[in-house]
């Protein structure tokens, strides 16, 4: 098969040809992201220039996915340091703490987001002045940018080495170039066959209520020159049925210590469904969203959102007024369907109670970030 539109030869060189902004970005003295709100039908850059900004958009999810988060989060500390020192205040952690602490409350599911606050918070000299702790910041922040980028660039590697042969792939929500600061987990898996000249297309649910599936990764995909399939979220089960589907990849909010997966609700559906049709069910996720501290997936926080999502404004069949809306930003996946963890240092198989933690010490990370 030839190689999409975008890719060059060489796989280190290769890039996605999307002529669009990063999804995230510092520049000088701001934040700036793409407004995922708007996707498909508006591109639109807007400026985080204070913490309300940082917030907000993480609360509204104009900014997404759980590595993005973290990274917006991260760079949320360095704006509240910029704050801080324009309003003539310390920026020590009497004043910074309780800052920090709204930006890593945003969102209570993925646990990027609160490691990315601590883990800049806990890089700042406690003696240092405002202007070394922002500094210090600024670097953190970049790192945690950098890293993501890397990892998702391996977990693509490692994802093409693990299913070569799996030419038709579904996945679910949106876990590609605009939930990360790379090319994507679920996504990068895609891409990086895409890279090693694999043939692979790509069967992508609605994700219902806001359709991240219909909206963001089919908008992705596209302009990447990956074969991309719409579906109903109700055809999923059916389609695994049908024996079109070679394995599922998806991505995750956060990973509890047994294997447990927290991912977009909608995810432990497809999972059942794919044990049942026999279809490999996999998981690509970095370290970072690897939480020792949660031992169970039911100690996991799941997010629920406002029930305007459900029977809002927008032109689709909703309850009446008056009928009741539950609705979970998540769900958590038994770590006993999950067929394997794609990470980026390595591929991680039951028990994982086991391969977590090595996982964890492999790439130095720990419950403290």
Known sequence: M?????WSTGYAQMTVDI???PTIVWVDDHVEIIDQTLL?????????????DVVDAIGRLAVRGA???????????????????????????????????????????????????????????PSGDAATRREEALAEAQAVFAEDRDACNAIGRHGAAEIPEARTLMTHCNAGRLATTGIGTALGVVYGKAREGQEVEV???ETRPLLQGARLTAWE??????????????SACGLLASGRIDAVVVGADRIAANGDVANKVGTFSHAVAARRA????????????????????????????????????????TPVDGVTVWNPAFDVTPAELVTAIITEVGVLRPDYSES??????????????
Do not use: K, M
Not at 2 to 6: D, E, F, I, T, V
Not at 40 to 52: A, I, K, W
């Open 203 to 205: 069967f992508a649910p």
């Open 278 to 317: 026999g279809v490999p069910f996999y998981v690509a996720a970095p370290t970072s969203t690897l939480d020792p501290a949660t031992a169970v997936g039911g100690d996991i926080t799941i997010e629920q959102r406002d029930p305007t999502e459900v029977h809002g404004t927008q032109p689709r069949v």
């Open 356 to 369: 977590i933690a090595d996982a964890l010490r492999r790439a130095g990370t720990s419950s403290e970030g």
């Open 19 to 21: 002529d669009t902004p």
């Open 67 to 125: 590595p993005a988060i973290g990274a917006c989060g991260a760079y949320g500390v360095v704006v509240a340091i910029d704050q801080l020192i324009a309003a003539g205040r310390s920026v020590g952690p009497d004043e910074l703490d309780p800052i920090a602490e709204r930006i890593a409350d945003a969102r209570p599911t993925a646990v990027n987001l609160r490691w990315a606050v601590d883990r800049v918070l806990r890089r700042l000299d």
């Open 221 to 234: 995909l596209a302009a990447a020159g990956i074969p991309v399939t719409v579906i109903p979220d109700s």
């Open 40 to 52: 498909p039908t508006e591109l639109r850059v807007v400026e985080l220039r204070t913490v309300e």
């Open 2 to 6: 030839a190689r999409p539109a975008g």
